[in-house]
């Protein structure tokens, strides 16, 4: 969910690489690379694909000795930062996962199934790259935006109280739960912000805000105070004030996991770690970051997993701003049961 590159280096001792046009017509500039990693276990390959990233350039390397072919190699948010419509694009009234959904589709990326459930005015200047408009539009719902394989970009809510679908236990022996290795801990931390008030309209004529009120009671008010003229309610600014404290509770550290690698592990995944031996309670976060590990010609095989904070509830009812949202200002058929 943030920008990234990849570099991949081919043994080119042997001139293996040296007659593109013939020997590897698929090596271009702009084609898609799909990288597996894992290892045999058994004899068996145990692999997964990495996300798809795209050749933006390549050299000839001599290094220490040895003759190398290198692939420089860009991420979906870096195609998108290169980017720019030729003329206004605009929609009205649009769901926003429709509009992230056509600016994707400009760089020849999908987005995965599933409507935001929230619609908006937008437009997208040709004087702006496409991935900074992608994320003022995202900053208007809760839903974030992370890239999944073969260049279909996820989606996820950080709702609180989702529950966790992986768990890990510091058991050696195995198991049905994931077994963790050394250095993994479990910690707590404070969140950046607690509370987030949000401005908006031509004329700042609108607010909203959200805050944590169980964290402002242990840590104070840390307030985070965004000003975005696009919104055009009340109602709206509240819901941006709500995305960014959920992103930021999520990015409160509470546990770190070294393991195995898993695989089909991906971004804002929501993993249990179990309670260790010598003290400390069972800990469930929100997947923050993810880390891989191999050494060559020696036993490194592992990923280091950081997970973030979960609030213990909804953000309630309460802890909106006193007539931030009214009736008026919701669109028809905006809340139903899910929303409640």
Excluded at 74 to 94: G, H, Q, T, V
Excluded at 256 to 265: A, C, E, G, K, V
């Amino acid at each position: 969910h943030e920008p990234g590159s990849l570099t991949i280096w081919l043994d080119n001792r042997g001139d293996e690489f040296d007659d593109l046009t013939n020997d590897y017509p698929d090596i271009t500039r702009g084609a898609a690379i799909d990288l597996r990693r894992g290892m045999s276990v058994g004899g068996v390959d145990t692999t997964e694909k990495l996300p798809r990233t795209w050749i933006e350039g390549y050299a000839y390397r001599y290094i220490d000795g040895a003759a190398l072919f290198e692939l420089q190699c860009i991420d979906w948010l870096e195609r998108l930062a290169k980017f720019r419509y030729a003329s206004e694009a605009a929609w009205s009234a649009a769901d926003v996962s429709t509009i992230a959904s056509s600016v994707l589709g400009q760089v020849n990326l999908t987005l995965a199934a599933g409507s935001f459930g929230f619609s908006t005015d937008f437009v997208i200047s040709p004087r702006r790259n496409a991935d900074q408009a992608l994320t003022d539009l995202l900053r208007r719902v809760d839903e974030y935006l992370y890239t999944g394989v073969d260049g279909e970009i996820q989606h996820k809510e950080l709702d609180p109280s989702e529950a966790a679908s992986y768990t890990y236990d510091w058991s050696a022996g195995g198991g049905a739960n994931h077994p963790l290795m050394r250095g993994s801990e479990v910690a707590a931390t404070s969140p950046r912000y607690t509370k987030g008030v949000v401005n908006g309209g031509p004329d700042l004529e609108y607010t909203g805000s959200a805050q944590d009120s169980d964290e402002i009671t242990l840590v104070g008010t840390r307030l985070r105070t965004i000003t975005d003229r696009d919104l055009s309610s009340n109602a709206q600014c509240a819901e941006r004030a709500r995305a960014e404290l959920r992103f930021w509770l999520a990015q409160t550290i509470t546990g770190t996991i070294y393991s195995r690698p898993h695989f089909t592990l991906r971004m804002f995944d929501v993993v249990q770690l179990s309670a260790p031996a010598w003290g400390g309670p069972t800990v469930t976060g929100r997947v923050r970051r993810i880390t891989e590990e191999y050494g060559r010609g020696r036993s490194l095989w592992q990923q280091q997993v950081e997970i973030g904070g979960l609030a213990d509830r909804r953000i309630q009812s309460s802890d909106l701003s006193d007539g931030a949202v009214t009736s008026y200002q919701l669109d028809e058929g905006a809340v139903g049961t899910l929303e409640i």
